[in-house]
């Protein structure tokens, strides 16, 4: 699987972005995904999680009720969203978009069983 992540940028606090993290090389549907993200100077963190059929989410406690993550399995685009909405200045990091596929239907949280990885999309939140 080949991920590729986009959609961050420079955005005011209380503002919103739409991260977006297109999958490509097997069968987009069958893995499970999550995003991470990682502020300057400190280790890789969880933020949300989805199952493969898009049923089951799971989020970090501190952008629950803010961020929704989604994904779109159908006519071929095989992407998953992080929509973040009242945006802080503690959410600026580079996210993570990753993909793992599960036995179960449902999510990881943990980055290290993760088996791919998107690049990375750089996101400032200016206070």
């Known amino acids: 699987v080949q991920l590729q992540a986009s959609g961050g940028g420079l955005v005011q606090a209380g503002g919103s972005l739409r991260l977006s993290c297109a999958a490509s090389?097997?069968?987009?549907?069958?893995?499970?995904m999550g995003w991470f993200r990682q502020a300057p100077g400190k280790e890789r963190d969880f933020v949300a999680a989805?199952?493969?059929?898009?049923?089951?989410?799971?989020?970090e406690d501190s952008v629950k009720g803010r961020f929704t993550i989604s994904r779109d399995n159908a006519n071929a685009k095989n992407t998953v969203y992080l929509q973040m909405n009242s945006l802080k200045a503690e959410d600026t990091a580079v996210y993570y978009c990753?993909?793992?596929?599960?036995?179960?239907?449902?999510?990881?949280?943990?980055?290290?069983?993760?088996?791919?990885w998107g690049q990375g999309t750089e996101v400032t939140v200016s206070s």
């Open positions: 990753a993909a793992v596929k599960l036995d179960s239907g449902s999510y990881q949280y943990t980055d290290i069983e993760y088996d791919y």
């Open positions: 989805i199952s493969w059929s898009g049923g089951i989410t799971y989020y």
């Open positions: 090389g097997r069968t987009f549907s069958s893995y499970a």
